[in-house]
């Protein structure tokens, strides 16, 4: 166990609603980053949150956005869902942003948008 | 572009033996670390070995080793003494100094009692 956890472990949507995806950091860690596992595929970086901030992003378009609390824990909101938004979400914390540090996953949201 | 090829979709292996698992990436950076990653059905991505590229001894973690060619962008993994418990998916991935993670597709290990 990693100490990383997400919720909920799986959710069914429809097309064009909105999702919110949450994600608890390790103890001590202030960095999240999120992915996206469509199936059968890598994980593609989303982006990354450092001390509240965004500090980085992959190249997803603006309905993909997240938040970062004083905690560290982090959501990842989704709006106007497509059918191609259907994947693995996963999170992960380190103790920095810095190429250096292990990041620790969580075990994933499972999104199906119908 | 940053990418990590993985050209064994499957690998399968007797258990006790060896297999390696072929990576290789392509970037312009100097400076980037390289992971490799195993993910078993309950989906949580394990890290398994970790190696920095401005070092020239190849990592070893237990059973588990890299031969690490800069040069040549490719980052193996073997698996020595398989086990039950090492059936899973494997990711290669590596990092700039910055936050980006690049994942290759993966190769899917089934160990053969």
């Known amino acids: 166990e990693t100490g990383v956890t997400q919720s909920p472990t799986h959710l069914i949507k429809t097309r064009g609603q909105q999702v919110t995806l949450r994600c608890s950091s390790q103890?001590?860690?202030?960095?999240v980053s999120w992915y996206q596992q469509a199936l059968g595929q890598g994980p593609q970086f989303i982006f990354q949150?450092?001390?509240?901030?965004?500090?980085g992003r992959g190249n997803f378009p603006p309905r993909f956005s997240g938040l970062q609390f004083p905690n560290y824990s982090s959501e990842l909101n989704v709006n106007a869902l497509e059918l191609d938004d259907s994947a693995l979400y996963l999170c992960?914390?380190?103790?920095?942003?810095?190429?250096?540090?292990?990041?620790?996953f969580g075990a994933g949201t499972r999104l199906s948008v119908l | 572009a940053q990418t990590v090829t993985q050209s064994q979709p499957e690998m399968s292996v007797q258990e006790a033996e060896t297999v390696t698992l072929s990576c290789t990436y392509d970037t312009s950076e100097s400076d980037y670390y390289l992971f490799w990653y195993k993910q078993p059905p309950s989906r949580q991505m394990i890290l398994v070995i970790r190696?920095?590229?401005?070092?020239?001894q190849n990592a070893t973690e237990n059973r588990f080793s890299v031969n690490f060619q800069k040069a040549a962008k490719s980052f193996s993994l073997k698996i020595s003494d398989s086990q039950l418990g090492d059936a899973a998916m494997y990711f290669c991935a590596y990092r700039l100094t910055g936050n980006q993670f690049y994942f290759g597709t993966g190769t899917s290990l089934t160990v053969i009692p």
């Open positions: 190696q920095e590229a401005y070092k020239q």
């Open positions: 103890s001590g860690h202030n960095t």
């Open positions: 992960a914390s380190s103790l920095g942003p810095q190429g250096a540090n292990i990041q620790y």
């Open positions: 949150y450092y001390r509240e901030e965004e500090n």
